[in-house]
């Protein structure tokens, strides 16, 4: 198997360009209005109840999500930035 | 998080923004989620988790590093008062933040704060404060600290304040979260 080799800062900007971008009303309306199919729906329940059972407290699954935040910022070749966070509340401008 | 972030803001310039001046002393520190927490329960704010964050809570194992509130615009000073104890200072006055609808509370860790009274979905539809936190549900995350999310129908709403293809993601993982609960 061969080692793992992280993006690069480009296909990185890339991706976050990707992820962070805005969709029109439109689009947005169409994309939910498409159904969640059978396997999603079980692919996504069985993440579910594996996160619950494992962590069964909100506050486990909050230090859980830190501990995974930390690993998977690690394991990047920069820093993310911030401009690439989730936030629900930025801007659409 | 003082573990990923650098210290200080400087190669975290939040590029292409104005510099920021009310920050300006920002340091790093060592952060207590659980009493972040409750200095924002204890406050009397009205403040509602939003964001992936509130996804965690109700156990959906999302990636996030942020945290997210919607706080009501009256309670804008008490959440500021509470939080600065623990190193997490404003980067705009309240004035501005009102001005805005949005803000932030930060050091290392980075809080995104909308205090609109009101926000639009991406797709047009008005949700106001006032009628989502009647019907918030308050969550423990730690002995006697809890912490406030919108209904699960309202938190699906408020994921539709980005219409980034993330929230979208969000809104499948909790339509999948109320098939499981139902």
């Known amino acids: ?93 | 998080m003082a573990e990923d972030r650098p210290s200080g803001l400087g190669s975290w310039g939040r590029g292409g923004r104005e510099p920021r001046v009310y920050n300006d002393g920002v340091r790093g520190s060592d952060f207590d989620e659980v009493e972040f927490f409750r200095a924002v329960a204890e406050s009397g704010a009205r403040a509602l988790l939003i964001g992936r964050r509130a996804l965690v809570v109700l156990g959906i194992p999302v990636l996030t590093g942020d945290y997210d509130f919607w706080l009501h615009i009256d309670d804008l000073a008490s959440f500021n008062a509470a939080v600065e104890p623990l190193g997490l200072l404003p980067t705009h006055t309240p004035e501005e933040a009102r001005a805005r609808g949005r803000y932030a509370v930060e050091n290392d860790e980075h809080v995104d704060v909308l205090v609109a009274r009101s926000v639009p979905t991406v797709d047009g539809l008005r949700v106001a404060f006032d009628e989502v936190w009647p019907r918030r549900q308050t969550l423990e995350v730690a002995p006697g600290v809890g912490i406030a999310l919108p209904a699960l129908d309202d938190l699906i709403l408020t994921k539709r304040f980005g219409g980034r293809p993330k929230d979208l993601e969000d809104i499948r993982l909790l339509e999948a979260l109320r098939s499981e609960d139902r």
């Open chain 1, 1 to 93: 198997m061969r080692p793992l080799v992280p993006p690069g800062p480009e296909a990185l900007a890339r991706v976050r360009a990707l992820a962070e971008r805005v969709l029109g009303e439109q689009e947005f309306r169409e994309a939910l209005a498409i159904p969640l199919g059978e396997d999603e729906v079980a692919e996504s329940r069985s993440l579910i109840r594996w996160f619950r059972r494992r962590y069964p407290t909100p506050g486990e699954r909050l230090a859980y999500a830190r501990r995974a935040y930390r690993r998977w910022a690690a394991a990047l070749p920069q820093p993310p930035h911030p401009l690439a966070s989730d936030s629900t509340t930025r801007s659409r401008s």
